[in-house]
């Protein structure tokens, strides 16, 4: 849905995180009232609600991570942390977040499909293990819906920093075209 010029791939997501922004600003403010936001947890009345840490994470990753690293991080913060939250009731949290690593595991695999085998293992390990970690550490100002996807993407892009250093070339081909993103 994002048109083909670059500089409107960039401007409209970023126009819309700040609209979200400001919105999320005035009702911390208590300019806008909370009970006109759907679904917010008691303890996001007076700090920024995870939609909010969501967009941000989103944002960062359309625009600064190719696409390759930013596909399955954002599949895990969009399938993976609500299953994980579901099956955390359900079957306990060993079980939950072991169907979620998998869950995880499998969207960096689906997305890393064209890598050599072993890259395609160590970078789904590594995105699985970053984003269930996104999910279980709990942080006072940092919202997992933003840990999930961020974690993973910043030691993915790690790994990929160091093993071109040594001369391995690591990112596979890219998998929507034009490309997605700014890269």
Known sequence: MLPDDQLLK???PIAIFMLVFILEFLRIKGIIKSSNF????TYEKKRPAS?????????SLLLFFPQQIAIPCILC???SDPIIGELRHRLGKKEAYLIGFFVCMFFFAITWFKADIWILF???????????????KKFLWLDDDFMIQMLPAVLILLLLFVAKSIGIETLPETLIHPGLMIW
């Open 10 to 12: 960039v401007y409209i």
């Open 38 to 41: 759907f679904g917010l947890r």
């Open 51 to 59: 939609y909010l840490y969501f967009g941000a994470a989103l944002l």
């Open 77 to 79: 913060a969009c399938f």
């Open 122 to 136: 160590t970078v789904s390990i590594i995105g699985a293990t970053g984003a269930l970690i996104g999910e279980v």
